[in-house]
Each structure stands twice: as C-alpha cells, then as structure tokens.
C-alpha cells in the first residue's frame, strides 16, 4: 500500500499528451502537428540566428545568474511594452501600465487570473468557444468561474459574429472578456478591424474588462504592429486592459518560458497598486522569474541591428507557414473530387488550421494515416513541410469520407 493510492491516473493532456504518442510511433510516414511549434521545411526545432547572436552577447558580458526582482528584468519589461504599446503610446508615457515579466504566456494568464480571483471576487472571465486547452485549466485551478461565448460556427467555418457579440451582451456587467490578440487559436480565425470595433464597443457599453492573450506577436502576419492592432485599438479607447504576453513562437523562446502581464490602468496610481499586487501574488508561487529568456528579448530589441534581424526572421517564419498553408489548399482542392469549398484554410491566419474533421475523423487520421492531431481537428501548419502536403491531403480527404 502506498500513502498515495488516493491519488488517482491523471489523463494525459490532450495537447503534450500528443506528442507523446507521437514520439512511440515507429511508421516513417509520421507528422506532428498536434503542438504549436515552429519547425523547418526539413521538420526540425528552429533556434532563431538572432537567439544565438544574443545569448553570444551575454557570455561575452559575463551576465550572472542573480535573482531578478519579483517584477523581472527591468530592460525587458520596458522592451515587452513598448513592442506591445508602441513606444510613443502615451500609456507609457503616463506610465499607467503595470509590467510584471511572467513565466511565458502560461504563467502570466495564471497571474492575472491569480489577479482577479482575489480583487474581483465571483467576476467571470468570459471564452471563446472554442479556446486555446489550458484556458480553461488556468481559470478552473485560479478558482476563478468561466463561461462560454459563441465564436466559430461550423456551418461556415469562419466567425460567429452575431453569436459572439450577443453572449458578450449577456455576460453579466463587469466580466472579463478574453479575447485572442491575433490567430485565434485553434480555429485561425480573427474579427476583422470593423468587427474589432464592435467587440470594444459592446465591451464598453457592459463595462466588461478585455483581458487579451498575446501568443503570436509579428508570427501571424510576420508585422509586429498589425499583429497588436487589436490590443492598441482597445488601450486607444482609454479603456483598462489586461494583456498575457509569450515569446515562445515568435522569438522560439519555448522552453525559456518567457512572457509578461501587462495591466493598463486609468491613472498611474492605480497600476502601482495593482503591479505591487502582481508581485504579491507571485511571491509565494516561484519568488521570481528567470532570467535568461529575458535577457534575450531585452538584448534583441535593444539592438537595432538584431531587431531588423528578427523581424526578418520572424517574416521567413510566418511566409513559410504561408506557403505551407496554400501548397495544402492547393492539394486539397486538386485531390478532392467531392466539389467541398476549401477556401476556408486560407482565410485562416497563425500557424493553426482549423480542418473541421470532428474527434472520430482526428483519430482516424492518427490510427491510419500517422498524422498525430489534436481531437478537436486542429492541425499545427508550422509542424507540416511543402514535402509533406500531399500526404497530408490525402490523409484528410480519406479521413473525411
Ligand atoms: N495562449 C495561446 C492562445 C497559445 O496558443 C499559447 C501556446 O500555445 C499560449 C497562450 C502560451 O504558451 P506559452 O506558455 O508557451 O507562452
């Protein structure tokens, strides 16, 4: 017996539980597109030059490995708002954001929501239906109490506008409403700038909260600007805003675990307060963040000529994924014979497509074909090579009949 035995099997997780079951798979036809994560055309993990040029730069400094403040890298946490705000936005000028570096988009989503359960105690975070997996495990673990609005709508494969903005309407007064910065995922379908409008307005008329989760920052379009118009359009409107920041895609910093919380407030007094509060909070829970993913993204943007470096690199990420996107569409649309419509995968953004196969046509495509999916039909297209579209077509057209 073992004091344990209460402790029951935790299931595997449905999005790293994938690409365990892909790593015991021999077939050597076998894709991985479960995980978001940016491979080359030959399926290897990137290290971006600029990474390298950068961690260079700090054994050539000899940087030590001192704790950071509870709040992070101060050279980092000015760098992650300014790419975020834009530099002149006068936020920061008026210092009204309280900048608290996290532990990659994960931990500062934890944070926040860490935020609320304790200074907006019975508030709702309002979804998107459907989300991201761990959404729903940060709020559920937080204790903080979530519900659904409508956002892909099958029929079309694209947007539920009216359903969306309706459910905002009925979230009760004060909700937090998250909302995905660009390339939703895992549907890859964003509001457009008009629709954005819309979704601040109804936020404002209900006094709601938008609380942005900012995953894709320059991945999706490969702009660093376009990819936070949505985030700026909201802080432009002079409204409080909370927003998760992660430096996995688009810098490949994964495992760095590197990201921030940013909470824009109405006066400079009020985010004092609260970042003194997002210190609080994440004191008891790991003291204090690492170092080294910070240090990269500070001497990155720090550095003119690495800056131009990354966004470059950050272009041939996103055009590659681009490229991928259209060479499947294209098989798609020559192998299929059924006259179905596919033109919903390139109307789709990011590194996620949104295939519409349901759980039992996702299993198929792993117990015949090797392509390791998440169930709820999403394909990772930075997982995928021009190599390997065909196959893929044809994985998905069989698995659809
Ligand atoms: N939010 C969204 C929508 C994501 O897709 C991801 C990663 O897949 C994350 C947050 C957080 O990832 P990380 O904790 O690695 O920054």
């Avoid at 029951?8 to 690409?19: E, F, H, K």
């Avoid at 009204?96 to 988009?105: C, D, M, W």
């Avoid at 596919?342 to 996702?362: E, P």
Wanted: charged share 25%; hydrophobic share 40%.
């Amino acid at each position: 017996v073992s004091r344990f035995d209460g402790v029951t099997m935790a299931p595997p997780d449905p999005i790293l539980g994938v690409s365990e079951a892909f790593r015991a798979d021999t077939n050597a036809m076998k894709l991985n597109l479960g995980v978001g994560a940016y491979r080359t055309e030959e399926l290897q993990p990137y290290v971006l030059d600029v990474v390298k040029k950068a961690e260079n730069l700090m054994l050539e400094r000899g940087d030590n490995k001192e704790y950071l403040p509870i709040e992070g890298l101060a050279a980092f946490n000015k760098a992650t708002a300014e790419l975020l705000f834009g530099a002149d936005n006068p936020v920061i000028k008026q210092q009204r954001v309280a900048t608290v570096q996290g532990l990659s988009g994960t931990g500062s989503l934890r944070l926040a929501a860490a935020l609320i359960e304790r200074y907006f105690p019975g508030a709702k975070v309002v979804i998107s239906s459907p989300t991201w997996g761990n959404h729903k495990n940060i709020f559920n673990d937080a204790r903080v109490p979530w519900s659904e609005y409508r956002y892909y709508d099958p029929k079309t494969v694209g947007l539920d506008f009216e359903g969306m903005i309706s459910d905002i309407k009925a979230a009760p007064d004060g909700s937090f409403v998250l909302l995905h910065g660009c390339a939703h995922n895992p549907t890859g379908i964003d509001p457009t700038p008009e629709q954005w409008e819309k979704i601040a307005d109804v936020i404002q008329e209900k006094n709601h909260i938008p609380f942005f989760d900012v995953a894709y920052q320059g991945f999706a379009s490969g702009s660093l600007d376009a990819d936070a118009a949505s985030v700026r359009l909201f802080v432009a409107r002079d409204m409080e805003v909370l927003i998760a920041q992660s430096y996995s895609k688009n810098l490949g910093l994964y495992a760095e675990r590197i990201g921030a919380i940013n909470v824009v407030c109405s006066s400079a007094d009020a985010a004092t307060r609260v970042k003194s509060q997002l210190k609080r909070l994440a004191r008891p829970m790991y003291s204090n963040p690492p170092v080294h993913g910070a240090r990269i993204v500070a001497n990155v943007v720090g550095d003119p000529t690495l800056f131009n470096e990354w966004k470059a690199e950050m272009e041939m990420m996103a055009g590659r994924i681009k490229n991928v996107r259209q060479k499947l569409f294209d098989s798609l649309s020559a192998k299929d014979k059924s006259g179905k419509d596919w033109s919903f995968i390139l109307k789709q953004i990011g590194m996620f497509s949104f295939t519409g196969l349901n759980k039992a046509q996702s299993e198929h495509m792993t117990n015949k074909w090797h392509v390791y999916m998440t169930k709820d039909g999403r394909i990772s297209l930075a997982g995928l090579s021009l190599a390997k579209c065909e196959y893929l077509a044809d994985a998905i057209i069989d698995s659809f009949h």
